[in-house]
Each structure stands twice: as structure tokens, then as C-alpha cells.
């Protein structure tokens, strides 16, 4: 998967859909009120990212039935960690990548090796 970081003006991800239509998008997702249906209408995009502390399970199930990944950041203590691969969400922005790492694979464990890390 090929990405380019470019900082989009709010008309321009519906604008890129119509020209590359598996182009991925992600919406990044820092401050201010977060309306799932709002921004997969206006935005189209393809990811989310927001940061852990403004995680809630309807978020992550209004985004998944959208058809939205969900990448959080920046998740650091290993509750949290477990938190978020408990609910099976899409990506993890960790300063601590071995704790991640070793968090995913306990989890996987406990889980039967149904976590795919």
C-alpha cells in the first residue's frame, strides 16, 4: 500500500474519490466534536485516526459500519493497549512499540490466536 501525506482542504477528499476511487484517505481526528456520518459523508475517508482518550465503543461502531479503519494514537500503558485490541480496532500509534508488541501477542494468545498482529 502506497501512501502520500498531503494536508486536504474539507472539499478535496470527495474530489480525489471521484478520480481514484480506492485511494486511501485518512481523516485525522484531533480536536473538536467527532460525527461519524457527518465526516464519512463529507470526507470519504478510507481511515480514521484519533487519539486514545476520545475512543468510545460507538465511535469504533459507527466507523466500522461505515466501512472506516480506525487507527488510534498515541496509546502507551498497556491497558490501554489491551482496551483497544480487545475491541479489534484497525491500527495502534504506540511510543512504546515492543510494549505493543508484546501486549498483541498475550492477546493473541488469550484469544486462541484470533488477534491477527
Not at 488469550?110 to 498482529?117: H, R, T
Request: charged content about 25%; some cysteine; overall charge positive.
Amino acid at each position: 500500500m502506497k501512501w502520500s501525506t498531503r494536508v486536504l482542504q474539507p472539499s478535496e477528499p470527495a474530489r480525489i474519490r471521484q478520480i481514484l476511487s480506492n485511494a486511501n484517505i485518512l481523516a485525522l481526528l484531533e480536536k473538536g466534536p467527532i460525527r461519524p456520518k457527518a465526516l464519512v459523508a463529507k470526507l470519504h475517508p478510507s481511515h480514521v485516526g484519533i487519539r486514545f482518550h476520545r475512543l468510545t465503543k460507538s465511535l469504533a461502531k459507527e466507523f466500522h459500519a461505515a466501512s472506516v479503519r480506525m487507527v488510534l494514537f498515541t496509546v502507551n500503558e498497556r491497558s490501554e493497549m489491551e482496551r483497544v485490541v480487545d475491541m479489534r480496532l484497525d491500527g495502534i500509534i504506540s511510543d512504546y512499540p515492543d510494549l505493543l508488541n508484546g501486549t498483541c501477542r498475550l492477546m493473541s494468545t488469550f484469544n486462541n490466536g484470533a488477534f491477527d498482529y
